[in-house]
Every structure is written in structure tokens, then in C-alpha cells.
């Protein structure tokens, strides 16, 4: 279990039964309705219930945000994406290219006011973006594209908050690459009513019934969001995410989607790709999206994103033996991973709900209260990977995945430092 409209008065999105939301009563999903498509039409649509009594203005305005404009020009719209000053928040805008494209190096670089953003000082705003990968717009469709961009300085050096460079770095490693190292990310996320910060389905400054019923559930009393899900699974799978799998969390209105396996620098690129898709997507529903690693404080689960993680030693055979030398060094570079591993994790690892202690590393076989697990088709065929239960809801998937890397490829501890790990651990390796 490794598991956003406030646009203008015209087009003001609302939730089903709105006198519901300040009731005691528990409440089902947003209503989200994939409009029913013509077979000559690709264009993707999500259709949401609207507050505005005039229809007609409504139905002219989605009528032309479903234009299809290819059999009238070769111009498609590019949406620019990168990650904001604080290292979490996505921003993005578009532009006109006059043709398709299908590679990153077609694309031209572009600038935005990093001032506005907390990445510039205002004197010498101008940051640079740099395509680095392409997705297919679900919300456009057509020939438009997303591109996920890194960011620097007019002068060609990454700016603070650009980790990706770094991770790419480490990936372009001979080494590293040698060993085509795989992840799988579990998104775990949280939907909260807007206005009210409180859990969708959740009875505004009161709780549902406790945890139990919700991981997995089906039901009207169970689970709430699964068509923001559901549409978010759609929108990733159009795009050309390599998402693997939904499921709905332990914490009612709490949700997962897994991305994986992906190679290197691939996964940081999907995993906030799909983040991007996620916070439009929840947007047009009206709704708020949190990556917060602990949203309710009590007896609620929190929200991580696993790491699942393997290199070709570890996947053939004998390949156990590489995992538990990687758990060695994991263990001795733990508060370094801490430190990398998101903004207030330290509420959510605490030893209890399926977390292992933030001050103290642990593994084990089959076990979610460590921070590295590893299964037991794993230990059976002596083989596999291993899971870092660690990482926050709000973790960058850049960092996160470089350094796994580069602890269990490129950093070599002492033989002393390793010895005395391997005792603490009961490891042999």
C-alpha cells in the first residue's frame, strides 16, 4: 500500500448537494462526467456540474475548449511545466509552436519572471526553461503536448531549486547506468473539501468512523473521491504516464497512484507529470489536493510515497545479497535521506501506522513498520528489490531517486563502518 475551479462567475465549478458540505452527513465524490465522445474526435474532456443558470454560455465555452483545430492549422499548444520556489508547487504557462513535435532538443528554451515565483530576486528575474520531456495534453488533445522543464540561470547554470539536473547527473553516471536502476513510486495523496481544509467525504470539524473500512473500500460510505481518481488514471494513461495502478488509502478521502517501473531520470519526470495532471484535474473539480505528510493529526494514517527500487544485480540471480548490501549503506546514510526525504515527515514517521521511526533506521521481510522493506517473493526466489517506506506524500522524486542511487552505486562506507552496520542490523553480507 504504497498508496484542484475557482475560475470566473460563468463557468464556477460546484460540488453535488453543496448544502451537504456544511451538513454532519457524509457526502459521495464530485461529480465528474467524461463527456461522451463522437467517433472522429480525440479530444479528451472532463465535464463538471456548473453553478452558472445561463447553460448556453456554459455549452459555448466548452464547445470551444473541445475545438479541434488540426484539420485548420499545423500549430499545436505546448504547456510549459516546472516546479516553483518551493521545490513542491508546479506553475506553467503555453505557447504556440508551428508544428508538431516529438523530442525534447525541437522544443526552444523559454524564460519566465522568477521573482514571482521565489527563484529570482527582482533586479535580474529572468529564469530559463529547459524541455527535458514530453507528454500528450489530455486536456487539449490533439497534437498538444505538456513539457516538463528544468530550470537555470540566463547563464546556463541550474538554479537552486532545479534538482532534476543533479539527479540526471547521477543517472548519466557509467555506472549507474550500467546497472539500469528501476522505480516504482507510490503517490499517496490527500483531497480535502475546499475552503474548510477537512478530508473530502469527512463531516466538516468532525470525523468519520475510524480507520478500517476505507483501504480499498468500495461504497458510498467508504469511499469518497474515486471519480477524481479515476479520471486522473484516464488523463496519465492518455498522456503516456507509465502509471501502473489506483487504489484508494487507509485515511478516508486519501488516495494512491503508482508510477513504475521507470529507468533512471524517467521516474522524477513522470511521477511530477502526473502531479501537474492531478492538481488541473482536481481544480476543474472544485476540490483541493495536498501532498501533506500528515493532513490529520490522531489516529489517521499519514501519506508517504514508497520507493520501490532495484538494479540488475539485484533482480538476477543472487541478487539478495546486493539488496542487503544496499540496505547497509541505507542504514549508514539514513539522516541524510531523512533530511532529503520531505517537508514535515517527522509528523508522519513516528513508529506507528504502518511507519518506522524517523530517528532510527530499521528493515525487515514482509514488514510496513520498517523503513526498508523487503517482500517475501523476494526472499523466496532470492531475488527482486527492495521498498524505502521512508519518503514523504510531498518528497521530490529527483532527489529521492538519485540518491537511492548514488548510496547503494557510487558511496563506499569504511569496511569498519560497514562491519559495525551489519552486526546492528543482523546482516550478513
Known amino acids: 500500500m504504497a498508496q484542484i475551479l475557482a475560475a470566473s462567475p460563468t463557468c464556477q465549478m460546484r460540488l453535488t448537494k453543496p448544502s451537504s458540505i456544511a451538513s454532519s452527513k457524509l457526502w459521495n465524490s464530485v461529480v465528474l462526467k467524461q463527456k461522451k465522445q463522437s467517433s472522429s474526435s480525440k479530444v479528451r474532456s472532463f465535464k463538471v456540474m456548473a ?39 508546479l506553475r506553467s504557462k503555453s505557447r504556440t509552436l508551428e508544428k508538431p513535435v516529438e523530442d525534447p532538443s525541437e522544443l526552444p528554451k523559454w524564460n519566465y519572471d522568477g521573482s514571482s515565483t521565489g527563484q529570482a530576486p527582482g533586479e535580474d528575474s529572468e529564469v530559463i526553461l529547459y524541455p527535458q520531456a514530453i507528454f500528450r495534453d489530455p486536456f487539449r488533445g490533439g497534437n ?11 547563464a546556463g547554470e541550474p538554479i537552486p531549486t532545479n534538482k532534476r539536473a ?23 495523496y490527500t483531497l480535502l473539501q475546499p475552503n474548510v481544509n477537512w478530508p473530502l467525504g469527512w463531516p466538516v470539524g468532525a470525523y468519520p468512523g475510524p480507520q478500517g473500512p476505507y483501504y480499498c473500500g468500495v461504497g458510498a460510505e467508504k469511499s469518497w473521491g474515486r471519480d477524481i481518481s479515476d479520471a486522473h488514471y484516464k488523463a496519465c494513461l492518455y498522456a503516456g504516464i507509465n502509471i501502473s495502478g489506483t487504489n484508494g488509502e487507509v485515511m478516508p478521502g486519501q488516495w494512491e497512484f503508482q508510477v513504475g517501473p521507470s529507468v533512471g531520470i524517467e521516474a522524477g519526470d513522470h511521477v511530477w507529470c502526473a502531479r501537474y495532471l492531478l492538481e488541473r484535474i482536481t481544480e476543474q473539480a472544485g476540490v483541493v489536493l495536498t501532498l501533506d505528510p500528515k493532513p490529520i493529526e490522531g489516529d489517521w494514517n499519514g501519506a508517504g510515497c514508497h520507493t520501490n527500487y532495484s538494479t540488475k544485480s539485484m533482480r538476477e540471480d543472487g541478487g539478495f545479497e546486493v539488496i542487503k548490501k544496499a ?24 513508529g506507528k501506522h504502518e511507519t518506522a521511526s524517523i530517528d532510527q533506521f530499521s528493515w525487515g521481510v514482509a514488514n510496513r513498520g520498517c523503513s526498508i522493506r523487503v517482500g517475501r517473493d523476494t526472499e ?30 557510487l558511496w563506499e562506507p569504511t569496511l569498519e563502518a560497514e562491519a559495525l552496520a ?8
Open 166 to 188: 543533479r539527479a540526471a547527473e547521477i543517472f548519466s553516471n557509467k555506472k549507474v547506468n550500467e546497472e539500469i536502476p528501476w522505480f516504482g513510486i507510490e503517490q499517496e
Open 380 to 409: 523466496k526466489k532470492g531475488k527482486g528489490y527492495l521498498e524505502d517506506r521512508r519518503p514523504a506524500s510531498n518528497m521530490d522524486p529527483y532527489i529521492v531517486t538519485s540518491l537511492l542511487a548514488e548510496t547503494t552505486l
Open 51 to 89: 453553478l452558472q443558470s445561463d447553460n448556453s454560455t456554459i455549452n459555448r465555452v466548452e464547445s470551444l475548449l473541445n475545438l479541434d483545430t488540426k484539420p485548420f492549422t499545423d500549430r499545436i499548444i505546448a504547456e510549459y511545466i516546472w516546479i516553483g520556489g518551493s521545490g513542491i508547487d
Open 327 to 350: 540496505i547497509l549503506n541505507l542504514s549508514l546514510r539514513h539522516m541524510e535521506h531523512i533530511s532529503a526525504y520531505g517537508e514535515g515527515n517527522e509528523r508522519r514517521l513516528t
Open 144 to 154: 498538444n503536448i505538456l513539457v516538463i522543464c528544468d530550470t537555470y540561470t540566463p
Open 422 to 429: 551489519a552486526q546492528k542490523l543482523s546482516l550478513k553480507v
